[in-house]
């Protein structure tokens, strides 16, 4: 584990936001690249991928905002006691899964309209 309390901040801040600017890099070559075999498809057919695109977008930038969240309430509770980061590590567990179910129904409901 790396002293973050040692050293240059802005070194530190660009050494653990690399893999977020990676990742969202990926995430936009990806929405490019399905956009490239998309486009023979028609106008409608780019159109929904980038409105998927963007709605992936938004997904990825809360779950990063509630990740960062999650771990500064188990980091803050964990230096006065234990117990409360623990709950805090529970409680963002059965957010996560909550989360899932909405969103599983969610494409549950667009995947398949007709047979509700």
């Given at each position: ?13 660009l ?8 990742s ?21 057919a ?7 695109g ?7 930038a ?10 500064t ?5 964990g ?8 709950r805090?590590g ?6 996560d ?15 398949a309209?007709?047979v509700?």
């Amino acid at each position: 584990m790396k002293d973050l309390t040692q050293g240059s901040v802005t070194r530190h801040l660009l050494h653990m936001s690399a893999f977020l600017a990676v990742s969202m890099v990926a995430q936009t070559l990806y929405l490019l690249a399905d956009l490239y075999w998309v486009g023979h498809l028609g106008k409608e057919a780019i159109a929904a991928v980038g409105v998927a695109g963007n709605m992936t977008m938004i997904v990825l930038a809360l779950t990063q905002m509630l990740g960062v969240g999650t771990t500064t309430l188990i980091i803050a509770s964990g230096r006065t006691k234990g117990s409360a980061a623990r709950r805090s590590g529970v409680q963002s567990v059965f957010r996560d899964v909550d989360r899932d179910r909405v969103r599983a129904g969610c494409c549950r409901l667009h995947s398949a309209p007709d047979v509700l």
